[in-house]
């Protein structure tokens, strides 16, 4: 059976998350009805990540059977598409070992966080981006992020009932300032947590806002308590945004 990986982008703003639920509109749901269309029979799909609802994606990777042996990937790309609802767009479509798990073969993910900072929040960003109308001391939050990289128990930055080991490694975070009053938080890692990057980048705005100082969070990782950390940042800000395996 041939198998095939699609890159794949998504506005997470009308889905509940990646993963297929019942009764409910999610990435997932949606991908597994654009195959039955094309195919005309159901099949499964596995992606590289899951994401939350309201998150977006720029890199998901999706795999999944192809039943037909004689259909081109260019083709069956642009079928796809053709089919999928507008918030779903595959961008790049090839085959892969049969063996090719998306999930576990992953050695890298990286998400991008969006902060728009500015006085007037811009509507036409508004569900892409986390409006911050209020002054952010970059360098502290640079700071901030040396605590988080390498391998820690990050039990203080997961969410709800994850039993999933805390180990995790963080590789590396960026914090950039682009153009339009946008900074970019980048957070680099194998596996993440549940909303662990969201969390990652509340508690860092934190210590851009000079409410805490960036020593603080070594301290709430050695605390391995949740309820020191702030609320995680919104969802609409985060994308998933490549995975390298």
């Known amino acids: 059976m041939r198998v095939a990986a ?12 990646y993963q297929a ?3 409910v509109r999610t990435v997932q749901g949606e ?4 195959l039955e269309k094309i195919f005309k029979q159901k099949l499964s799909c596995w992606g590289s990540g899951r994401t939350d609802t309201g998150v977006h994606a720029f890199g998901q990777v999706i795999a999944f059977m192809i039943p037909n042996e004689n259909i081109n990937v260019k083709n069956l790309k642009d079928g796809l598409n053709s089919v999928l609802p507008r918030d779903i767009y595959i961008r790049e479509l090839k085959e892969v070992s ?6 576990f073969d992953a050695k890298k993910r990286v998400y991008h966080y969006y902060i728009h900072r500015s006085e007037e929040p811009n509507i036409f960003i508004k569900d892409r981006v986390w409006w911050f109308p209020y ?7 640079r700071n901030a992020s040396r605590y988080l990289e390498g391998e820690h128990d990050f039990t203080s930055f997961k969410s709800g009932n994850d039993k999933k080991n805390p180990m995790r490694t963080v590789n590396r975070i960026r914090i950039l300032e682009m153009n339009n009053n ?3 938080i980048r957070v680099e890692g ?4 549940r909303r662990m990057v969201r969390n990652i980048v509340g508690t860092l705005v934190k210590v851009g806002t000079k409410t805490w100082e960036p020593e603080t969070v070594k301290e709430l990782l050695e605390s391995k308590d949740r309820s020191v950390v702030p609320a995680s940042a919104p969802p609409h800000g985060l994308y998933f945004y490549s995975v390298y395996f």
């Open 6 to 17: 699609a890159t794949v982008s998504y506005i997470g703003t009308d889905f509940f998350g």
């Open 21 to 23: 639920q019942p009764d």
């Open 31 to 34: 991908f597994e009805k654009a």
């Open 98 to 103: 049969e063996k090719f798990n998306p999930r």
């Open 135 to 141: 002054d952010l001391d970059i360098q502290l939050m």
């Open 182 to 184: 946008i900074l970019l």
């Open 190 to 193: 194998q596996s993440f947590l």
